[in-house]
């Protein structure tokens, strides 16, 4: 049988399975194998990279033709910001699918994007963009995302020149935002103070009901902000929806620090990227009565009897995630025990554990649906056969099972909010 002959349907099936050059050259087959190559069900969740170049020449057609596949995802790389000036008007006019945006431009490329009188004149909406990472953001950049992209819902400006001057206009201008990325960035206590409804008058702060604030914000990344102190954890009270936060050490140190995050009433994820003393941060929020429903700990090396913190505060706990070189099976057996209601697990890391873990994890945790156990030497193969069918295990050795049975989490409108943000971004 003729490819021409297939039924549209199944040549569509064919290309579900090819790469995107194999895609491409599959389409030069025939005109009825073109159209099913380019059926935009297939293109929906392909990235396009592009390299900017400063000219707009040409560019218009090829991204009239992204369109037309139903390409929505875009990272670029410009060698100076007066590139994006220059594609984002073309953007908006012949590409309004597109949805996310994300710069991957080298650290320290000149210029600010926004700045050309040009760009700011645009009229054109990108209603579509939901997504937008910048490697360089200024006040004036804020100001024209306002208003070409309207529905903006997820930010991330990290290792930006991001200060308290940005945050001012970003209450004003992006009031919509759900997720916010700030990581090392320049803001500062003041910054932070400012999105949640905070103003300095001389060295105090008020909080007035009547000044705006982000209040959808739902995930918020502070790590790594090197001007920021523990304080603005009393700021944070005041986001309404505010459900993951991301932060590091130094932000998290002292007892009044635990009380303003228990004070978050609508917290349930906390991100700790590395912490030099985690027993202690883990004590203080075992008597902080938060109501966490994961837990995820970077590059903290917690010891074995730091684990018997977990006896008490930790009901809610379904996610738990603990990278430390120092763990052995002992202080798996504590978590196990004290925490039988975890649906995942990730002790991706852990180099000191056996398989002798797999056990005590076997016999308390009864209601695990994922287990995840990268890099850890001791464990072979036939260890992981322990494990109960029904609880997918990704180990060196690839996924238990085809389906991680997570929807009831997923289902959930708050508990997918971080159990998105910790299994895509970490």
Not at 169 to 178: A, E, G, M, T, V
Not at 274 to 287: A, D, E, I, N, T
Not at 366 to 391: D, G, M, Q, T, Y
Request: glycine share 4%; aromatic share 10%; proline share 4%.
């Amino acid at each position: 049988m003729l490819l021409q002959d297939l039924n549209h349907d199944v040549i569509v099936h064919i290309c579900s399975f090819l790469g995107f050059k194999d895609r491409i050259s599959f389409a030069l087959t025939c005109r009825k194998v073109k159209d099913a190559a380019y059926e935009k069900t297939l293109w929906k969740h392909t990235v396009v990279y592009l390299s900017l170049p400063t000219t707009s020449s040409g560019w218009p057609r090829l991204y009239s033709s992204l369109e037309e596949r139903g390409i929505s995802l875009l990272v670029f790389r410009v060698q100076h910001y007066a590139a994006f000036d220059t594609h984002l008007p073309l953007m908006a006019k012949h590409w309004p699918r597109l949805s996310v945006i994300w710069d991957d431009s080298a650290p320290g490329t000149p210029g600010e994007p926004g700045n050309s009188t040009f760009v700011q004149q645009l009229t054109v909406q990108l209603a579509s963009v939901k997504t937008l990472k910048l490697s360089s953001i200024g006040f004036r950049l804020i100001q024209l995302i306002s208003n070409v992209m309207p529905l903006l819902e997820h930010l991330d400006v990290s290792q930006s020149h991001f200060d308290d001057k940005c945050s001012r206009y970003l209450i004003d201008l992006l009031p919509k935002l759900r997720s916010l990325n700030l990581s090392n960035t320049h803001i500062t206590d003041r910054g932070v103070g400012l999105f949640c409804g905070y103003t300095l008058r001389m060295i105090f702060f008020h909080w007035l009901p009547t000044l705006p604030l982000l209040s959808k914000l739902e995930v918020l990344d502070l790590s790594q902000c090197r001007s920021t102190t523990r304080f603005h954890w009393f700021f944070l009270q005041r986001l309404p929806n505010l459900n993951t936060i991301v932060t590091c050490e130094g932000h998290l140190s002292e007892k009044p620090d635990f009380a303003s995050i228990a004070k978050i009433r609508s917290l349930r994820c906390l991100v700790v990227k590395g912490h030099k003393q985690p027993g202690r941060f883990l004590r203080g929020l075992s008597l902080s009565e938060c109501r966490l429903q994961c837990l995820y700990f970077g590059l903290c090396d917690f010891i074995d009897i730091e684990m018997l913190y977990f006896i008490h505060g930790f009901k809610d706990l379904i996610y738990l995630k603990i990278q430390s070189v120092k763990l052995t099976d002992d202080g798996i057996e504590f978590i196990s025990k004290f925490l039988p209601q975890l649906l995942v697990l990730d002790i991706t890391g852990c180099v000191r554990i056996t398989k002798y873990a797999l056990v005590h994890i076997r016999s308390n945790l009864r209601n695990l649906k994922f287990l995840r156990v990268l890099r850890i030497p001791k464990l072979k193969r036939s260890h992981l056969a322990w494990l109960p069918s029904e609880c997918c295990v990704h180990s060196n050795f690839g996924y238990s099972r085809n389906k991680i049975d997570l929807d009831m989490i997923s289902n959930h409108p708050r508990k997918s909010i971080w159990l998105r943000k910790v299994f895509n971004d970490f």
